[in-house]
């Protein structure tokens, strides 16, 4: 079975885009998925990278390929009147139940917080947001954000940062199909060539 590692951040527009069309990836395919929850302030600061907003032409263009995709795939997406949001919180949240063994809470976490994020215009850092998404998603909001204080899950959102710029991420999402990195939504169709190869 192919495997396809996901770098992703949910303050990323792209992230939410790409998101939208792995299941049908991979139905295709037949790949597994690895999802790698990671930071995307500090790829970019490590790779040297920038925001988009923080260059102005760069920024409105951004804005209008954003809605270019959305309409494309035929989702829904919303500027998000708290960004940019800082996504420690949700991002430790996510590894914290990757790394408690509830896949299926996991996921509706993870497809809430993008919907909360790009659909919602919700705050993501605001701890009582993320207590609601955990507990709909089916896990103890409150265990889950006491983890989130923890060493472990700190180090862990760390490891996975560190290692998707070390690998030669610079954005997100960015994907790993062995070594080959691919980076962002408009380069599915090549991962999606890769897992076959």
């Known amino acids: 079975m192919p495997r396809l590692e996901y770098f992703f951040d ?6 939410f885009l790409a998101d939208s069309q792995l299941p049908g990836l991979l139905e295709r395919t037949g790949a597994e998925l690895v999802y790698r929850p990671f930071l995307l302030g500090g790829v970019m600061k490590a790779s040297g990278n920038a925001p988009p907003f923080t260059v102005p032409n ?16 035929g989702i ?15 991002m430790r949240a996510a590894v914290a139940l ?3 063994g509830e896949p299926d809470a996991f996921r509706a976490f993870h497809q809430a917080a993008f919907r909360a994020m790009w659909n919602e215009g919700t ?12 507990a709909k998603a089916g896990s103890d ?7 989130c204080a923890e060493p472990e899950i700190k180090n862990a959102l760390r490891a996975n940062t560190d290692e998707a710029v070390e690998r030669g991420a610079f954005g997100a999402p960015s994907f790993f199909v062995g070594d080959e990195l691919f980076f962002g939504n408009d380069r599915l169709d090549f991962v999606e060539e890769a897992l076959r190869s």
């Open 76 to 90: 829904e997406i919303a500027p998000n009147p708290h960004f940019p949001v800082n996504t420690v919180l949700p």
């Open 98 to 100: 990757l790394d408690a």
């Open 58 to 73: 760069k920024g409105r263009y951004v804005a209008n390929d954003v809605n270019r995709w959305a309409a494309r795939y």
């Open 123 to 134: 705050n993501l850092a605001d701890e009582a947001v993320l207590r609601d998404l955990i």
């Open 10 to 15: 949910y303050v990323s527009p792209f992230s």
């Open 141 to 147: 909001g409150d265990a889950i954000l006491a983890r």
